[in-house]
Protein backbone atom coordinates (compact mmCIF):
# COMPACT_ATOMS: atom_id res chain seq x y z
CA UNK A 1 0.00 0.00 0.00
CA UNK A 2 1.49 3.56 -1.07
CA UNK A 3 2.26 5.58 2.12
CA UNK A 4 -0.21 8.42 2.10
CA UNK A 5 1.54 12.35 2.99
CA UNK A 6 0.56 14.07 6.03
CA UNK A 7 0.80 18.04 6.04
CA UNK A 8 0.05 19.63 9.57
CA UNK A 9 -1.39 22.27 8.04
CA UNK A 10 -3.55 22.21 5.04
CA UNK A 11 -2.05 24.54 1.88
CA UNK A 12 -3.27 27.66 0.97
CA UNK A 13 -2.58 28.97 -2.63
CA UNK A 14 -3.27 28.67 -6.43
CA UNK A 15 -1.81 25.15 -8.26
CA UNK A 16 -2.85 24.76 -12.09
CA UNK A 17 -3.42 21.02 -12.88
CA UNK A 18 -3.18 19.80 -16.73
CA UNK A 19 -5.95 17.43 -17.56
CA UNK A 20 -5.94 14.27 -15.93
CA UNK A 21 -3.35 15.69 -13.28
CA UNK A 22 -3.84 15.25 -9.81
CA UNK A 23 -2.86 15.12 -6.12
CA UNK A 24 -2.01 12.04 -4.56
CA UNK A 25 -3.64 10.34 -1.64
CA UNK A 26 -2.52 12.48 1.46
CA UNK A 27 -4.22 14.43 4.37
CA UNK A 28 -3.48 17.34 6.79
CA UNK A 29 -5.02 17.90 10.14
CA UNK A 30 -6.63 21.60 8.89
CA UNK A 31 -9.76 21.80 7.04
CA UNK A 32 -9.69 22.88 3.68
CA UNK A 33 -11.84 24.56 0.70
CA UNK A 34 -10.63 22.87 -2.66
CA UNK A 35 -12.09 25.54 -5.82
CA UNK A 36 -11.23 25.11 -9.15
CA UNK A 37 -12.12 28.85 -10.61
CA UNK A 38 -11.54 26.81 -14.26
CA UNK A 39 -11.87 23.06 -15.47
CA UNK A 40 -13.61 20.54 -13.23
CA UNK A 41 -12.35 19.20 -10.10
CA UNK A 42 -12.81 15.71 -8.17
CA UNK A 43 -12.06 14.60 -5.03
CA UNK A 44 -11.35 11.22 -3.76
CA UNK A 45 -11.96 9.91 -0.09
CA UNK A 46 -12.30 6.37 1.48
CA UNK A 47 -16.08 7.37 1.34
CA UNK A 48 -16.91 8.91 -1.66
CA UNK A 49 -16.13 11.02 -4.60
CA UNK A 50 -16.91 14.59 -4.70
CA UNK A 51 -17.00 16.57 -8.43
CA UNK A 52 -17.11 20.71 -8.65
CA UNK A 53 -17.56 22.85 -11.63
CA UNK A 54 -16.38 26.45 -11.50
CA UNK A 55 -19.51 27.31 -9.95
CA UNK A 56 -18.78 24.65 -6.90
CA UNK A 57 -16.03 23.90 -4.03
CA UNK A 58 -15.55 21.15 -2.03
CA UNK A 59 -15.08 21.00 2.03
CA UNK A 60 -12.32 18.50 3.07
CA UNK A 61 -12.97 18.21 6.72
CA UNK A 62 -9.80 17.90 8.88
CA UNK A 63 -8.02 14.41 9.14
CA UNK A 64 -9.78 13.21 5.82
CA UNK A 65 -7.19 11.42 3.58
CA UNK A 66 -8.24 12.48 0.14
CA UNK A 67 -6.72 12.86 -3.33
CA UNK A 68 -7.71 15.47 -6.33
CA UNK A 69 -8.04 14.94 -9.82
CA UNK A 70 -8.97 17.39 -12.45
CA UNK A 71 -10.90 17.32 -15.30
CA UNK A 72 -9.47 19.61 -17.90
CA UNK A 73 -7.00 22.58 -17.85
CA UNK A 74 -7.76 23.48 -14.33
CA UNK A 75 -6.61 26.35 -12.20
CA UNK A 76 -7.19 24.72 -8.81
CA UNK A 77 -7.63 26.76 -5.34
CA UNK A 78 -7.02 25.72 -2.04
CA UNK A 79 -7.91 27.57 1.39
CA UNK A 80 -6.51 26.13 4.42
CA UNK A 81 -8.46 26.78 7.34
CA UNK A 82 -7.64 26.21 11.24
CA UNK A 83 -11.28 26.37 12.12
CA UNK A 84 -14.65 24.55 11.06
CA UNK A 85 -16.81 27.60 10.30
CA UNK A 86 -19.69 25.56 8.51
CA UNK A 87 -19.50 22.75 11.34
CA UNK A 88 -19.79 20.44 8.47
CA UNK A 89 -16.88 16.75 9.70
CA UNK A 90 -17.75 14.90 5.84
CA UNK A 91 -16.32 16.06 2.23
CA UNK A 92 -19.12 18.60 0.98
CA UNK A 93 -19.99 20.09 -2.25
CA UNK A 94 -20.48 23.76 -1.58
CA UNK A 95 -22.38 26.31 -3.45
CA UNK A 96 -20.09 29.05 -4.83
CA UNK A 97 -21.18 32.63 -5.78
CA UNK A 98 -20.10 35.54 -7.92
CA UNK A 99 -18.57 36.96 -4.00
CA UNK A 100 -16.88 34.13 -2.78
CA UNK A 101 -15.54 33.15 -5.86
CA UNK A 102 -13.36 36.40 -6.36
CA UNK A 103 -12.38 36.31 -2.69
CA UNK A 104 -10.72 32.97 -3.07
CA UNK A 105 -9.32 34.01 -6.17
CA UNK A 106 -7.83 36.98 -4.51
CA UNK A 107 -7.08 34.66 -1.42
CA UNK A 108 -4.97 32.55 -3.03
CA UNK A 109 -3.68 34.90 -5.69
CA UNK A 110 0.47 34.32 -4.87
CA UNK A 111 1.26 37.94 -6.12
CA UNK A 112 -1.18 39.05 -3.59
CA UNK A 113 -3.39 42.55 -3.82
CA UNK A 114 -2.70 44.97 -6.25
CA UNK A 115 -3.05 48.89 -5.85
CA UNK A 116 -4.57 49.37 -8.94
Not at 17 to 26: E, K, Q, T, V
Request: aromatic share 4%.
Amino acid sequence: MPEIRHLPEAPTGRRPLPPGAGIDAHRHDTHQIVYACRGVLSVTTGTGIWVAPANRAIWVPAGTVHEHRAHGDTDLRLVGLTGNPLGLERPAVLVVRPLLRELIIAYTDPTGPSDG
